[in-house]
């Protein structure tokens, strides 16, 4: 069964890799994000997906924004079957000396936007529950909400917060039949982390760890289980947390030991 998702942050990294992934499964996609040259290269990629990918500009830190865009999206479509919130910025920095600017908008795109994204989708994904049809809503929460790392405390916090967003609308949503989980990715390969990799650069940037996988995740790797939680197969799963870490948080690796 598919039908019709949107996504936040639609048009980079883990959101953009999401995108094709459910495009390729033959579900109807709206991406939604703030950056229109991103939605405008998505638009071109994926032109040969049968005018199954929709895109709009929306501004999750903006409440009028969000409103506008789902009262837009129930007029023309009616109802939705998924909400994916990939929206998010990275803030890096000592919490004694981050400027109260980059923490309030680490917390306005990362936890307000998210939930304003879920507050407006819901009735759309409750109208689509009462059909009989998939409601789904899938948010990217990180593994630095289950286990903070020092240099980005405030990214952290957001992410904590989002897992417990998730629990809570679970529980609230449940009766109506809308599933919420979420995802807790360590180090994806995306334009929001890259930069901070190249050799060279001296961002106090540090990666969730070492995956005894070898790699780092790529985009793709999350938009599998997205994938999995938008299916009848996780018909059972709400309320949950997936890291999807490459095992980086299963044990510790004292530094310098060899696995
Ligand atoms: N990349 C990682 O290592 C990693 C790890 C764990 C969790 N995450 C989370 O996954 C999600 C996606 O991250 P990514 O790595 O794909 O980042 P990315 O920077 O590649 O993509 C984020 C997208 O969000 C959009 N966005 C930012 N502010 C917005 C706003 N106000 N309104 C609408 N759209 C906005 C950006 O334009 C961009 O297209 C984020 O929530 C991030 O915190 C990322």
């Known amino acids: 069964m598919t039908g019709l998702l949107a996504i936040t942050g639609g048009a980079s990294g883990i959101g953009r890799g999401t995108v094709k992934r459910l495009l390729d499964d033959g579900w109807t996609?709206?991406?939604?994000?703030?950056?229109?040259?991103?939605?405008a290269d998505l638009r071109?990629?994926?032109?040969?997906?049968?005018?199954?990918?929709?895109?709009?500009?929306?501004d999750v830190t903006s409440p009028e924004s969000v409103a506008g865009t789902f009262a837009e999206i129930g007029r023309t479509f009616g109802h939705l079957n998924g909400l994916v919130c990939s929206a998010g910025v990275l803030k890096i920095g000592r919490l004694e000396s981050m400027a109260v600017e980059d923490f309030d908008q680490v917390f306005s795109v990362n936890v307000r936007g998210l939930w304003l994204c879920a507050?407006?989708?819901?009735?759309?994904?409750?109208?689509?529950?009462?059909?009989?049809?998939?409601?789904?809503v899938v948010f990217l929460a990180s593994i630095a909400g289950l286990r903070h790392?020092?240099?980005?405390?405030?990214?952290?916090?957001?992410?904590?917060?989002?897992?417990?967003?998730?629990?809570?609308?679970?529980?609230e949503s449940a009766p109506f039949n809308v599933l919420v989980n979420a995802i807790a990715p360590a180090t994806v390969d995306t334009p929001m982390v890259r930069?901070?990799?190249?050799?060279?650069?001296?961002?106090?940037?540090?990666?969730?760890?070492?995956?005894?996988?070898?790699?780092?995740?790529?985009?793709?790797?999350?938009?599998?289980v997205v994938?999995?939680?938008?299916?009848?197969?996780?018909?059972?799963?709400?309320g949950t947390v997936i890291p999807v870490d490459g095992g980086t948080t299963a044990a510790f690796v004292p530094p310098g030991a060899k696995i």
């Not at 961002?203 to 996988?213: A, D, H």
């Not at 994938?227 to 709400?238: I, P, Q």
């Open 119 to 136: 507050r407006e989708a819901m009735p759309l994904l409750k109208m689509a529950a009462a059909e009989g049809e998939l409601a789904r």
């Open 29 to 39: 996609v709206i991406a939604l994000d703030v950056a229109e040259t991103g939605l």
């Open 44 to 58: 071109k990629t994926f032109a040969a997906h049968g005018g199954r990918l929709h895109t709009r500009t929306c």
């Open 227 to 238: 994938r999995f939680l938008m299916s009848e197969d996780a018909a059972y799963v709400t």
């Open 149 to 171: 790392k020092i240099d980005s405390g405030a990214y952290a916090a957001t992410k904590a917060a989002v897992i417990a967003l998730t629990k809570v609308l679970a529980v």
């Open 195 to 224: 930069p901070h990799m190249q050799p060279g650069n001296n961002s106090n940037y540090r990666t969730s760890g070492t995956s005894p996988l070898g790699r780092i995740a790529a985009p793709e790797d999350i938009a599998a």
